[in-house]
Nanobody, 118 residues
Framework: QVQLVESGGGLVQTGGSLRLSCAASGSIFSFYVMGWYRQAPGKQRESVARITRGGSTYYADSMKGRFTISRDNVKNTVYLQMNSLKPEDTAVYYC????????????WGQGTQVTVSS
């Protein structure tokens, strides 16, 4: 069983930056893909970004140019650098890991709250 623990959330003003971390209890190299999702109050969970073992990345349209996902296979950690934050980025951010594809996630973290004030 692998545990994913997110950290780095908090309160930031519009235009500010945060870096989220997702630390895995085991090797993340075994995962084909790792990603970030978010869920705002009253809304469905949505994909934010993902990164494959080989380093290929995907971003949701509203995050392109502002968010950067990266992974450190030595530290078993995935990061989400978030810049130019907007109030609509306020949500709980979740880390996910998949052995085979982004269509089926095998593990989820507990989430970290990000609040962007206007």
């Amino acid at each position: 069983q692998v545990q994913l623990v997110e950290s780095g959330g908090g309160l930031v003003q519009t235009g500010g930056s945060l870096r989220l971390s997702c630390a895995a209890s085991g090797s993340i190299f075994s995962f084909y893909v790792m990603g970030w999702y978010r869920q705002a109050p009253g809304k469905q969970r949505e994909s934010v970004a993902r990164i494959t073992r080989g380093g290929s990345t995907y971003y949701a349209d509203s995050m392109k140019g502002r968010f950067t996902i990266s992974r450190d296979n030595v530290k078993n950690t995935v990061y989400l650098q978030m810049n130019s934050l907007k109030p609509e980025d306020t949500a709980v951010y979740y880390c996910a890991a998949g052995y085979r594809s982004a269509d089926r996630w095998d593990y989820w973290g507990q989430g970290t709250q990000v609040t962007v004030s206007s």
